[in-house]
């Protein structure tokens, strides 16, 4: 009979913070999905115009890319959405993990599982665009010569942060699906 009562009790509290965090979880899946479309609008905004393109990067990188080829352009253009889908990734784990905690999933393997495939995606959007950058600038070079290419690699220390966030989801994602494991071996036992 206790053992009923301890379930009721989890439940109900599980439920009461499920009711208590839905609020938060609506607004982050939905803050989510809007820096999503922001971003690709972004994006494609500061790469439609091609000739605004060529002087701004070549401000950048300190080149002339006014002979840039369309070739060049278009094969950094589609580093630059591959690199997006990767952001937008994160943004999908995001989407299921608050998801997980919407329907009361929240102390569960699910959550636990959907939280490291978050990390996990994090972990790779920051790998990839810390890629992505000299891949740009080798891209956008390669018409000029050997002299011209541009091939610096460069980590800032935003990347340390981001990669320290998602690595640190990761870990807690460990650490509940341990927590998970623990509680329901300790269900078995009472």
Known sequence: MST???????????????????????????????????????????????????????????????????????????????????SAAVVLFVWRLFGCYLRGSIFTTEAAREMRNLGIAGVASVALDMVV???????????????GHNMAFWIEPNDVLHMLMALFVVSVAHILKAGVEIADDNKQIV
């Open 4 to 86: 009923v009562a301890t379930t009721l009790g989890i439940t109900d509290r599980q439920d009461a913070l499920r009711r208590q965090v839905a609020g938060l979880c609506h607004l982050i899946r939905w803050v989510a999905a809007g820096w999503t479309v922001w971003s690709l609008a972004i994006l494609i905004l500061n790469w439609s115009d091609i000739e605004a393109f060529k002087r701004n990067w070549g401000h950048h990188l300190k080149l002339d890319l006014t002979a840039l080829p369309t070739s060049q352009y278009a094969a950094a253009f589609a580093v630059v959405l591959l690199d997006w889908a990767m």
């Open 133 to 147: 950058r000299p891949l740009i600038a080798i891209l956008l070079s390669l018409h000029l010569g050997s002299g």
